[in-house]
């Protein structure tokens, strides 16, 4: 049986913590963050837990990780 290819901009995306929990990276910080409050900004570096509706076709995509 072959391996499977990783999704290689999915792995650049998602990091599977030590629980098996897939997190992912916020949005909306990547341009125009003058008119975007210090809190804000700060807020948005942690990382969230990717949704349940959407963890089986990441586990697809990173099948190693």
């Given at each position: 049986?072959?391996?499977?290819?990783?999704n290689r901009g999915a792995a650049k995306r998602f990091k599977v913590s030590g629980s098996g929990a897939i997190?992912?990276?916020?949005?909306?910080?990547?341009?125009?963050?003058?008119?975007?409050?210090?809190?804000?900004?700060?807020?948005?570096?942690?990382?969230?837990?990717?949704?349940?509706?959407?963890?089986?076709?990441?586990?697809?995509?990173?099948?190693?990780?």
């Amino acid at each position: 049986m072959p391996k499977i290819k990783t999704n290689r901009g999915a792995a650049k995306r998602f990091k599977v913590s030590g629980s098996g929990a897939i997190k992912r990276g916020q949005s909306h910080r990547r341009h125009i963050l003058t008119k975007k409050s210090t809190k804000r900004k700060r807020q948005l570096r942690t990382a969230a837990q990717l949704h349940r509706s959407d963890v089986a076709a990441a586990r697809r995509m990173i099948p190693y990780a």
